[in-house]
């Protein structure tokens, strides 16, 4: 079962515009990831937020993590054609064992119109 | 440094038999973990396994396992296939920075992923 939600679940713009997905979860965590996927093709990791942070930027992307909602969410600015994918969130949830366990929230699909 | 790779890319298997996939992390990564996914039960962690120890374990029969080598490299193996076991599975693996192998703040790198079709 998925632990969070991504909102909306498909989005579409144009080339140039800026992009944000929302992604909520339930547990206390560790940190939280973001990921992209093309076309049922490998994950690639875009961004780690540990839970003590509040905001990240690489590149085009910035992050933010508000843990007292347990919500994160990824802006992609400046939008490209090559941007379309499918972005997931994952949580590393805080647990009393070491160790990774990622949970993915459902995605988001993103089309950039060019 | 090379990224984490996976053979086979695709795979054809009846119901009732075995398979076995295979993962090679990322040069020095000491953690591998297995995800399986499908279009109804999206991504599912199956399996993380660390210094060939599994480490965390998901919410899957025991037809699925997996072990992990001295080299890192690790197989998982789905016995007696049901057609629901059709999915794209993907490994990752992990760095592994801190205190007694906690990978608490490391990123995955997954792989191209295995697409097995059960017919």
């Known amino acids: 079962s998925q632990q969070g939600e991504e909102d909306p679940q498909a989005l579409s713009i144009q080339e140039g515009e800026n992009a944000t997905m929302n992604c909520s979860y339930k547990?206390?965590?560790?940190?939280l990831q973001w990921y992209r996927q093309n076309s049922g093709r490998g994950l690639v990791h875009l961004i780690l937020?540990?839970?003590?942070?509040r905001e990240k930027h690489s590149g085009r992307l910035r992050v933010t993590l508000d843990t007292s909602k347990k919500s994160s969410s990824l802006l992609i600015t400046a939008s490209r054609a090559a941007d379309t994918a499918s972005y997931f969130c994952?949580?590393?949830?805080?647990?009393?064992?070491?160790?990774?366990?990622?949970?993915f929230g459902e995605g988001t699909q993103l089309t950039v119109n060019p | 440094k090379a990224g984490v790779t996976q053979t086979p890319r695709y795979l054809i298997k009846t119901r009732g038999q075995q398979v076995t996939l295979s993962c090679s992390p990322i040069s020095g990564h000491r953690s591998v973990s297995w995800y399986q996914q499908t279009p109804g039960q999206g991504l599912q962690f199956l399996f993380e396994?660390?210094?060939?120890?599994?480490?965390n374990k998901g919410n899957f029969p025991g037809r699925f396992s997996g072990r992990q080598f001295s080299n890192s490299r690790s197989e998982m193996n789905v016995s007696t296939l049901e057609l629901g076991d059709s999915a794209l599975y993907l490994c990752?693996?992990?760095?592994?920075?801190?205190?007694?192998?906690?990978?608490?703040?490391?990123?995955?790198?997954f792989g191209p992923g295995t697409r097995l079709t059960v017919l």
């Open positions: 994952a949580t590393d949830a805080r647990r009393e064992t070491s160790g990774s366990r990622l949970t």
């Open positions: 396994y660390f210094s060939e120890t599994q480490r």
């Open positions: 937020i540990r839970s003590n942070e």
């Open positions: 547990t206390s965590i560790n940190n």
């Open positions: 990752a693996s992990s760095p592994v920075r801190g205190l007694a192998g906690s990978s608490s703040y490391n990123e995955q790198f």
